[in-house]
């Protein structure tokens, strides 16, 4: 199955493309997924919460990255219940209004049709995870409050480390 998914956030490509690239920042809009660590040479370790309770892993490797433009991935090693491969794309809005982000994500659903459908009964199908984490992706990016690693609309780039504890305490 292939799900084609789009969003437009007021933000340039570069910031949009550095906070997405930057894997770990995913967990924040991406509710299914609990973590994600970089492991080196364009690979990642992915783990995620599954229907009926169940959390899942795979590997992932970059397949293509055009900075400022796209990033493109596939599963390595994963069993069949989790092969799918992807791309994001950062398109500049014209007149410099912010940047249009494609999500094209290929993957065959354990049980097949079936399988999907029941999955969207439970809010669980892909197209509809995709959807509502775009929403939450234009929100994290466009919320003025530094909430991550990186804050997007830092200045040349510069990333600010906060954690929970020094949030509180300003």
């Known amino acids: 199955m292939l799900v084609s ?8 490509p570069g910031e949009v493309y550095a906070f997405w690239r930057e894997f770990e920042n995913l967990p924040r809009f991406m509710y299914h ?16 919460k599954a229907p009926a309770g169940r959390r899942v892993e795979w590997d992932a ?3 293509e990255d ?4 796209v990033i493109s991935w596939r599963t390595v090693g994963a069993d069949d219940d989790i092969t799918h ?3 994001v794309a950062f398109l ?24 999907a459908a029941i999955a969207r009964l439970f809010g669980e199908e892909p ?14 990016i466009e919320s003025p409050a530094p909430t991550t ?21 300003d």
């Open 5 to 12: 998914k789009g969003i437009t956030v007021g933000r340039p």
């Open 33 to 48: 997924l609990e973590g994600v660590e970089s492991t080196g040479d364009g690979r990642s370790h992915w783990v995620a």
């Open 61 to 63: 490797e970059i397949v």
């Open 66 to 69: 055009i900075p400022d433009a």
């Open 85 to 87: 491969e992807g791309r």
């Open 92 to 115: 500049p809005v014209e007149g410099g209004r912010g940047t249009e982000v494609h999500v094209d994500l290929s993957y065959d659903p354990p049980g097949g049709r079936f399988g």
């Open 127 to 140: 197209g509809q995870q995709i959807a509502d984490d775009l929403r939450r992706f234009k929100q994290a």
């Open 149 to 169: 690693k990186f804050e997007p609309g830092a200045p040349h780039g510069e990333h600010l480390v906060t954690d929970r504890a020094s949030r509180r305490a």
